[in-house]
């Protein structure tokens, strides 16, 4: 498989995987993840390197499934949103007219974001691996289920029984999610009927979903809010002024006025987010002349691309580096039913065994007194190692005592592998 490395460039981490075909940035399936933001696919930038092409992920979740699969208490609510993830990004490759076998299905190159389980998945493009599919991720995840989980370990067989079937349809995964979270399988299919998130060639049009006629929803009733509260002050003016109420009665007039007010600054209408139309029409003015042969063939699906005009080719990748904002960094607890989250509100903590010298304090044989210490500073959080007797270990491996090293968002602290931490933003 694919040899991997992990590298920084300022406040931006990548990780980085070399091709093993030359790719085309005027052929849109291998160049569209520089160009547009597809949701769940991260990112990747095209560079040339020692005369070879090497791609460079943006990581947006910097703790990749497999350095927590271990630790990860996998349950029922976690589970389902990581397959509501996995069935998202089947959606999003299918709804740009990508291929969903080129997304890497293993857990080494799966992201995940920890407080939330949501996952952040590699798209490789000209996949050669014969051996890649959902189920295999599926199968990991397996022996990583509590036996006693009965929930769990249902849930996912029933899911892995129906990626299996060669029958198996994008509409049939997304009714499964659907049945599971309102419990009936005849209620989602009374949601499809109406909602369709799939579209065939035949069908053309644009994509409709049940969240854009929600937003419609709330927005109609947000203006007749705004319109019954308006009237309301009319009125209430009127009586004022024709002495009909008395000014004792001023403060309904002020209240009303109050609420519109409020109405006002809460009311924010949803913006029609663009469409994978568009982005292709955008891409294909600014990256080619024609249409090359790969989208071509496939944009009968979308519409007729004869006669849009574009640009002159694409000859140079700009990089544009965006300075982040430093986070406020704690430590999450992969247990914490036993040991609770580790927020560093002081300057310095430390971790150990001996109550009374200790701030954070963990109770377990092989831990030392005073095993490990986190200090704060303006330029970051840094780990030492205090000469324990077990070892601190940072991302799997032991750390030299008495050194501090600076953590990232997604590092994995373990204290002599007996009590485990993920670094994460806080209030994130």
Request: a negative charge; charged letters at 25%.
């Amino acid at each position: 498989m694919h040899q991997i490395c992990f590298e920084r460039e300022k406040m931006n981490s990548y990780m980085v995987i070399s091709c093993d075909e030359k790719l085309d940035r005027n052929v849109y399936s291998e160049a569209i993840l520089e160009y547009a933001k597809i949701p769940g696919l991260m990112n990747y930038e095209i560079r040339d390197v020692d005369g070879e092409q090497t791609l460079y992920y943006r990581l947006q979740y910097r703790t990749s499934l497999k350095q927590v699969l271990g630790d990860l208490k996998l349950t029922f609510e976690l589970m389902e949103t990581m397959i509501s993830s996995m069935v998202d990004v089947v959606k999003q490759t299918e709804e740009y007219l990508l291929d969903c076998n080129a997304i890497l299905w293993k857990s080494e190159y799966i992201f995940i974001e920890i407080h939330s389980g949501k996952l952040s998945f590699t798209y490789y493009p000209k996949m050669q691996e014969e051996n890649n599919s959902i189920k295999n991720l599926l199968v990991e995840l397996f022996q990583y289920v509590e036996k006693n989980n009965q929930q769990v370990y249902q849930y996912l067989m029933d899911f892995y029984n129906l990626v299996t079937n060669p029958d198996c349809t994008l509409k049939q995964m997304e009714q499964y999610i659907i049945s599971k979270n309102f419990g009936s399988k005849e209620f989602a299919s009374e949601i499809y009927e109406e909602e369709p998130f799939v579209i065939s060639a035949e069908q053309g049009g644009s994509v409709f979903t049940s969240e854009k006629k929600t937003n419609e929803i709330a927005s109609k009733k947000s203006w007749l809010i705004i319109i019954i509260l308006i009237v309301v002050n009319l009125i209430v003016a009127c009586l004022l002024l024709l002495d009909i109420w008395t000014y004792q009665y001023i403060w309904v007039l002020i209240g009303t006025l109050f609420l519109l007010f409020v109405s006002f600054l809460s009311f924010h209408p949803e913006k029609e987010a663009e469409s994978p139309d568009k982005i292709m029409e955008e891409y294909l003015r600014e990256h080619s002349k024609e249409p090359s042969s790969d989208y071509y063939q496939q944009s009968n699906v979308r519409r007729e691309m004869n006669n849009i005009e574009t640009t002159v080719l694409y000859t140079e990748h700009q990089e544009i580096v965006i300075e982040d904002t430093p986070k406020e960094l704690c430590l999450k607890s992969m247990n914490p039913k036993k040991y609770n989250d580790l927020f560093i509100d002081s300057n310095s903590i430390v971790l150990g065994s001996m109550m009374g010298s200790c701030g954070y304090l963990v109770k377990e044989n092989g831990i030392s007194r005073m095993h490990a210490k986190l200090i704060k500073k303006e330029d970051g959080l840094f780990l030492i190692d205090l000469n324990s007797t077990n070892g601190t270990y940072l991302n799997d491996e032991p750390i030299v005592g008495g050194k501090e090293h600076l953590l990232e968002e997604g590092d994995v602290i373990s204290l002599a592998k007996i009590v485990t931490f993920v670094v994460t933003v806080r209030g994130g």
